[in-house]
């Protein structure tokens, strides 16, 4: 991604960091835990209970922390195909519909978990007790993050809704 001279894309930046710090950070904390269950359950023949259900937890997390990253990056799964074929307006205008439908999927999500959280927060995690409202939290935070990389792919994206003209709108990949 680089760097914009635009305010809310440089916010938008800066809570992307963040995202990919606690992205990093969770993934080496899920592997370690990986690894330390391993070992313990084969080589030392005993068990951390409390280990599979932080690590589900955890592989939550990465994922849902990822989503925003993914996002500014346009590096979503999708059938490229069509792009190729349509004129550079058009194919702005087809990454703008699908941006905003993204962007609509989110909000819907994040309107009906909020509901899901407030409903959790007295149930409990098995093993970990854990509040399952912070673990559903992770999920709206992760969509919070995709409509924050979309923005910011709108704002200063290839097929940003600015473009001063059509040289701006070649795809960069």
Not at 47 to 63: M, P
Not at 91 to 97: G, H, K
Not at 108 to 123: C, R
Request: net charge positive; proline share 3%; aromatic share 10%.
């Amino acid at each position: 991604m680089p760097a914009s001279p635009h305010p809310v894309v440089r916010l938008i930046d800066l809570i992307l960091v963040a995202s990919k710090v606690l992205v990093f950070t969770t993934s080496v904390v899920f592997v370690t835990l990986v690894v330390l269950q391993v070992f313990f359950r084969y080589a030392l023949n005993d068990s951390l209970v409390w280990a599979e259900e932080a690590i589900r937890f955890l592989l939550y997390l990465t994922v849902m922390g990822s989503l925003g990253l993914v996002a500014a990056a346009d590096a979503d799964i999708r059938l490229g195909g069509m792009d190729s074929m349509l004129k550079p307006q058009h194919r702005r205008l087809v990454a703008i519909v699908c941006d905003a439908t993204v962007l609509c999927f989110c909000a819907v999500f994040i309107y009906a978990s909020l509901k899901i959280v407030g409903m959790s927060w007295g149930q409990r995690s098995p093993v970990m007790e854990i509040s399952m409202g912070w673990v559903y939290w992770a999920g709206i935070a992760g969509f919070a993050l995709t409509v924050l990389g979309t923005l910011r792919k709108l704002i200063a994206g290839p097929y940003r809704l600015a473009a001063a003209d059509e040289t701006d709108l070649q795809y960069k990949a």
